[in-house]
């Protein structure tokens, strides 16, 4: 359900010690969106005012998830002597058919901690309607019926208010059978409309893979803002009209899977996908599969864009299958520890349809994963130990050079002698 469009505002006042409270919020909000609460104070005294408690109810029942936290107000003309907070409540269907109703109660004192001062309490209340409404569409009194081609079909269209407010200009349009009506009064809170349209006659272009999936749309008006824009509801509904098969129906559903990663480490996840798909010449209805996962896969959430998956059993509800159309099952799972060098098999297969399958042979399909063990941290590379020179010995003193050995014992004399005769010889002249 969706909404569009300006809302009104009010709020409620109070003064008490000149004191200004104000607490405001939107007078219509629809199921699903936010009220905005806004409190406002204001210090009209000549002392500071000490703020010591601010409690919320919702139908009289205190709410801790909503909170203001006012500081203290300095006197009047000073700084921070007037202060504003906001908050969110989002309406939920417990809180249907509505109204809700807020109180605020702010308790505090003036000139805390001086001769004089006062205590004060402050009570505040709003009260906001819920803008709420159920649509259901029908063909033949039922969301699906079969027909013959040429048959006629019957729509009829029903909304109930669920709210607690007016629901104004409400319209139904359906393109497809060319219907279009408006409602001339409001539907007030609790009230059903029912809204039946002339009958219609499918012809073979209305058909899709032996399918007419009609959609209708509703707008309501719930609320408008001081300048007149409207705030609209909306929210649509379908109805499906069945073709007849001609002589005996053919329905070939080919189930296949796969899986995005074949061989993960221990304590990743990975997903398979499963595929059915209508190959046959008729429409295939109350298409039904199994996926359960094998030992060593932990499920982890799934998804699928037709029909209903059952974790617990694994059963797939999809519904009808047209012709050639498919439908798709994401199904993700942590590997498990320890399942590394094994093979994890996980099987798809197709456990009913009506009418009943005519091709056995592609009615299952596999997809396997090999998980790995986590990489193990390379240990670093111990360095090679070096050769520790032995201190406790001293390095020896290198041998001195060799000169001449024993053949000086001859030359030395030899030169002495010659030496002695070359003297004497020069005295002797």
Known sequence: MMALGGTAWAQDNARVQNINARLGAQDVVPLGQ???LSLWLDNDNAVEVAIEQVKVTVNGVEVSHISFTPPNLGSNGRANDNWTGMQHYRVGADDLPGPLTFGVTISG???PGGEFGVPFTINLTRTVDVASFNYIKRVNGAKETEIDLGDQVQYTFEVTNTGSAPLDDLIIDDPDIGFYYERGEPLVPGGTSRITAPPYTPGAGDFTG???VNTATITAVYDRDEFGTPSVMEDTDTATVILRPEG???VDLSVRKSVDNATPLEGQEVTFTVTVTNEGSNLARDVRLRDVLPAGLTYVSHSANRGTFDVASGDWQVGSLGVDSSATLNIRA?????????????TARLTGSDPADSNPANNEARASVTPQAPDQPEEPEEPEEEPVAEMDQEPEDPPLPRTGGNGALYIIPGLLALGSGLYLRRRAL
């Open 34 to 36: 936010d009220i905005n």
């Open 109 to 111: 004192r003036t000139d």
């Open 210 to 212: 032996g399918e007419f």
């Open 248 to 250: 005996e129906p053919q």
């Open 334 to 346: 942590t590997v498990d520890a320890g399942t590394a060098g094994t093979t994890l098999t996980n």
